[in-house]
């Protein structure tokens, strides 16, 4: 995951797609930056096995459910 920059980038980068105010953008960067260590954490914790998960496979939905076309 990208690094979500500051409170500056965000409202920056956000305020050319949807409104949102500068107390918005502050609580959005301490959610970006959580979800970034966390990430960061379970790449560091998740054992790596080549060839061992076939991600076609893999469900797309959240529900476990196969994508319909």
Do not use: W, Y
């Amino acid at each position: 995951m990208e690094n979500p920059g500051t409170p500056a980038d965000i409202l920056r980068r956000m305020g050319k797609v949807v409104p949102i105010t500068e107390s918005d953008a502050a609580q959005l960067h301490q959610l970006l930056q959580g979800v970034h260590a966390a990430t960061e954490t379970m790449a560091k914790l998740a054992p790596v096995f080549p060839g061992e998960v076939d991600a076609s496979s893999l469900s797309l939905t959240v529900d476990a459910e196969e994508a319909k076309p």
